[in-house]
């Protein structure tokens, strides 16, 4: 017994010259649009319903006509052309960063005021990358950027302690400030003064999430001849902020947290002393040195529109 031939070694030309034959329903009309002899056209054609198992077919020496399998299939073959005459151009514009695929991570306090703008800008300018956004901590979306799960990442960092190894865009520095309950007696107060604050209770990110800025505040209290007293760690910082609104105790959070009015909490700057401030931390746009996806370009250029 002969071996029928592979389906999958059927080519897309072959699918071509079905369309066209089933439009014409003639080989010598067929033949000719398809700049190819008829007998090549029938053996094309014959190779083709061989790897199918199937007629598409039928044939005498009047006319040829769809068979019922033939006319199932033309609008699928159909599709399978116009998409694949599209190819080429989706290429293009994948190269020039018009169309694909792009993975940003972000750290949840870009979402708060940065984020928004920045993929408004660049959807509109962009719409046909699909954006995927991730929401992970600063610790995590370097262990992403490292396996390649994403392409880039808002982060949060030390001054002077970015990521080595990526290319980033600085986009923000600004202070730590204290959230505290709004019924605490030191809420009444503009500033606060470290002695005030330094045996109070803490709500305090993990070191892991961002050791450098851990150990500003751990400085901080020090140089006063304090401990911090963590009351709880907890990872984001809405999560941060909501646990000071249950009365768990203050919390270090980034200026732009402000923007979460989250009800019975205020925030409060604290008070310069001489050689004394509040720990600062910088927000950047990261990315894998030398990265070629082109949509990333697009991407990093959407935020100079704001």
Request: with cysteine.
């Amino acid at each position: 017994m002969s071996e029928r031939p592979n389906l999958q070694r059927s080519e897309w030309r072959q699918w071509r010259q079905f369309a066209v034959l089933a439009e014409e329903l003639h080989f010598g009309r067929a033949a000719a649009r398809l700049h190819m002899t008829q007998p090549a056209l029938t053996q094309a054609m014959a190779s083709l319903e061989g790897a199918l198992g199937v007629r598409l077919f039928d044939r005498n020496r009047r006319q040829v006509a769809l068979s019922a399998a033939g006319t199932a299939l033309l609008p699928e073959v159909r599709e399978l052309l116009r998409r694949a005459q599209a190819l080429p151009a989706l290429a293009r514009s994948a190269a020039q960063g018009e169309s694909g695929y792009l993975r940003v991570a972000f750290v949840s306090t870009v979402g708060y005021g940065l984020l928004p703008g920045w993929v408004r800008n660049f959807r509109q300018r962009w719409p046909r990358v699909a954006l995927e956004l991730i929401e992970a901590t600063s610790d995590v979306q370097r262990e992403l950027l490292q396996r390649g799960e994403v392409d880039a990442g808002f982060l949060l960092h030390a001054p002077g302690s970015a990521p080595a190894g990526l290319a980033r865009r600085a986009l923000s520095s600004e202070p730590l400030v204290l959230a505290l309950p709004e019924q605490h007696p030191l809420a009444a107060r503009t500033r606060l003064s470290l002695r005030a604050i330094a045996d109070e209770p803490l709500v305090l990110f993990p070191r892991r999430i961002l050791p450098e800025v851990f150990d500003a505040v751990l400085q901080l209290y020090r140089s006063a001849g304090r401990e911090p007293v963590v009351a709880q760690e907890a990872v984001q910082m809405q999560t941060i902020v909501n646990l000071v609104s249950a009365g768990l105790g203050l919390a270090w959070v980034l200026h732009s947290v402000r923007q979460f009015q989250r009800p019975g909490v205020v925030y409060r700057p604290l008070a310069a002393t001489a050689g004394q401030g509040a720990p600062l931390c910088e927000t950047s746009l990261v990315w894998r040195e030398g990265d070629a996806n082109p949509a990333l370009q697009r991407f990093i250029e959407a935020g100079r529109a704001q």
